[in-house]
Each structure stands twice: as structure tokens, then as C-alpha cells.
Nanobody, 123 residues
Framework: QVQLVESGGGLVQAGGSLRLSCAAS????????LGWFRQAPGQERRFVAY????????YYSDSVKGRFTVSRDNAKNTVYLQMNSLKPEDSAVYFC????????????????WGQGTQVTVSS
């Protein structure tokens, strides 16, 4: 059974930083692309970043490029999202997702999802 468990969310002031973690079990972690998505109230789930299982290739949405960094530790079955220079518009529930694809920005690309962790950025 595949499980993804996010942690690290919280309340932070604008300009601050947070690091989200997502621990995976039930999958051959090194063979999965890991993605991060976020969903604000009343909005659809939107792509943030992914890190591919092929060569660790990364890709970011324009809204977070240069501020967020996605990384993975295959030995720990964990993917991270380092978020710097946070803005109020970054406030959302953040989800990690996993799939055997080489990487994608559409939510339907991903087969497995965590339960989400809330990030709130105050102005």
C-alpha cells in the first residue's frame, strides 16, 4: 500500500521560509517522480514543482521559480520542498504526489497523493 505523508507546514510571515517534507512508503521510491501541488480555498489544485526519477531533473511553476527548491533523498524515501521568500499568495494546502512517469505538471499525471499540509503566509 502506497502512503505519502507530508509535514512541515505552518504559519510564517511574508519573506520567511519553510521546508516541507513528504515521506513515502510502499513504493520503490527511487523509481518515482515526486511532485508538489498546492490548493488554496476555492481554487483548483495547481502544480508547484517536480523532481524526476530520471537524473533528478527538476521543473518549477513560474510562480515559485527562484524561490522554491525541490529535492529528494532516496535513502530516506523522502522528498523536500524548500520554500524561501514566501508571499501571502503562497498560502495553500500543499500536497505531494508520486508517479512512475518521467514528470508532469498535470495533477492527473500522478497516481498517488498525500493528505496535504497547510501553509499560511501572513502579510
Amino acid at each position: 500500500q502506497v502512503q505519502l505523508v507530508e509535514s512541515g507546514g505552518g504559519l510564517v510571515q511574508a519573506g520567511g521560509s519553510l521546508r516541507l517534507s513528504c515521506a513515502a512508503s510502499g513504493v520503490t521510491f527511487s523509481a518515482y517522480t515526486l511532485g508538489w501541488f498546492r490548493q488554496a480555498p476555492g481554487q483548483e489544485r495547481r502544480f508547484v514543482a517536480y523532481i524526476s526519477w530520471i537524473g533528478g531533473r527538476t521543473y518549477y511553476s513560474d510562480s515559485v521559480k527562484g524561490r522554491f527548491t525541490v529535492s529528494r533523498d532516496n535513502a530516506k524515501n523522502t522528498v523536500y520542498l524548500q520554500m524561501n521568500s514566501l508571499k501571502p499568495e503562497d498560502s495553500a494546502v500543499y500536497f505531494c504526489a508520486a508517479d512512475r512517469s518521467t514528470g508532469g505538471v498535470a495533477a492527473h499525471t500522478y497516481a498517488y497523493w498525500g493528505q496535504g499540509t497547510q501553509v499560511t503566509v501572513s502579510s
